[in-house]
């Protein structure tokens, strides 16, 4: 017989033409997936149902009661709030996802979903209130990136563009202007667009406007200017024979 599940716990799969959250956990056992068996010839409909009820399209952000997560929630923003004593965090993480163990083709897919989903769903939960004080007096401090939100920008390796030699977590990579990719294009960490089909402008705005990466050559700091001075020194030099 058929295995029912709540639907909070369940979610839209390659059957309603979700590709992206299929490929996100192709490699994930227990997933539950809604069935299209009692759509009948209003699927639409159907789907608006499941909708409602909470089936997601897109991964959940669940909180976590682990005391060792919560421990290491609590040392994760001591240095962002004004206090050493944090009394609560709450630790916020994508529903069965390992951002940093993630492949080409599973990156691609959650950042895809990200950017269409960031305003109806995940930019709400892309924050969380730390409780901290100094000794008697709490004080409460807003904005303070979520753990899953900090993997996102720390761990997760988007497509890069073939000429590109390294490749560098989301937060630090670059989508440059055309002035910029002409003249130091070939030494910077460059996410391949093109990689994202027909979602690649939604993508592109949401890693301009939301994950803030750079794209002009005025926004490099010296120290990365004196690297990539370097990088060419090195190029440029002829090999010796020995």
Known sequence: GKKWTEANRVYFGREWGNEALRSIYARIKGIAWAQKDFAGDDTEKY????????????????????RDAIEAEKCRVRPLVSYNIVIRADVLALDRVNVGNLSHVESKSLLILLSQKWNSYYESKSTICVEHTPRRRRYYTGSIPAAWWDNVKSKCIPPMKKNSSI??????????????????????????????GNDKEVVRRWLVDV?????????????????????????SEPTRPY
């Open 167 to 196: 490749h560098p977590p989301l937060k630090d990579c670059w989508l440059p202007d055309r002035q910029t990719e002409r003249a130091v294009g070939d030494l910077l960490p460059i996410i391949d667009l093109d990689a994202f």
């Open 47 to 66: 789907r608006q149902v499941l909708d409602w009820l909470g089936v997601a399209d897109c991964p959940r952000v669940l909180r976590t009661d682990d």
């Open 211 to 235: 994950v803030r990466l750079r794209t002009q050559a005025e926004q490099l700091t010296t120290e990365e200017w004196k690297g990539l001075l370097l990088s060419l020194i090195h190029i």
